[in-house]
């Protein structure tokens, strides 16, 4: 069973260029979870998305950062004109659907590491 | 809304010794706790999780946590630390229906 992937590991952009991430949560997950994490700091939640719907994007900033779980394919957020403030580890995890508010744990991908020049 | 504390910033302990980490919680109704660890470089790993029954929950290495619903707490704990324990250490609450929130973390260090 693989865990919960993503590419790519490393990403180096250039200021106002764009960054597209990508996730692939574990099989069977509908749950999907952004996270970005500065160095030697906590995990600051970004957004929360199930298939076809964002569920919660409160931790997203409003502009130039967009996310999506489309029925097919990867969870992917895109990052439009990145400056360097956004440099990060960004990490997603999933979780199974489980009942209604369940306490299914996240799985948490090995991160991308973004560097903005 | 939901809130988790870790008290401490950093932890050392000597190998062999016991160990504990510290979390505290806020929640509106009954929660869901759980802890992770994060090594260099690299993902968060699950260790443990309290949803409903015992109040001691045993993990992955050994760890074991303790939910206290009058402490508001689940403190990870683990009876004799290994060098290799060393990392950041993190809690986190989850409200019926509601998202994860997750804690500072604190970063334990097992000295030799």
């Known amino acids: 069973n693989a865990g919960v992937m993503q590419n790519p590991r490393h990403l180096v952009r250039r200021r106002g260029q764009e960054a597209r991430l990508r996730c692939s949560p574990v099989?069977?997950?509908?749950?999907v979870y952004w996270y970005r994490q500065l160095p030697e700091e906590g995990l600051k939640f970004m957004v929360y998305l199930q298939k076809e719907n964002i569920i919660d994007e409160s931790g997203m900033p409003k502009e130039r950062f967009s996310a999506e779980f489309p029925k097919e394919g990867p969870s992917i957020l895109r990052i439009q004109q990145v400056v360097r403030g956004d440099s990060a580890a960004y990490f997603c995890?999933?979780?199974?659907?489980?009942?209604?508010?369940?306490?299914?744990?996240?799985?948490f991908g090995p991160g991308t590491r973004l560097t903005v020049l | 809304a939901q809130s988790v504390a870790q008290p401490e910033d950093q932890v050392n302990v000597a190998e062999g010794n016991p160990l504990t980490v510290k979390c505290t919680y806020s929640v509106s109704g009954n929660p869901y706790l759980f802890w992770y660890v994060q090594y260099p470089n690299r993902g968060l790993q699950f260790l443990l999780k309290y949803i409903t029954g015992d109040n001691l929950v045993k993990g992955s290495y050994g760890f074991e946590a303790e939910f206290n619903k009058s402490q508001t707490s689940f403190h990870l704990k683990k009876p004799s630390a290994l060098v290799s324990d060393s990392a950041l250490y993190f809690c986190?609450?989850?409200?019926?229906?509601?998202?994860?929130?997750f804690g500072p973390g604190t970063r334990l260090s097992v000295l030799p």
């Open positions: 099989k069977g997950h509908s749950h």
């Open positions: 995890a999933s979780s199974a659907p489980g009942l209604a508010g369940g306490g299914n744990e996240q799985f």
């Open positions: 986190a609450v989850k409200d019926y229906g509601q998202n994860f929130v």
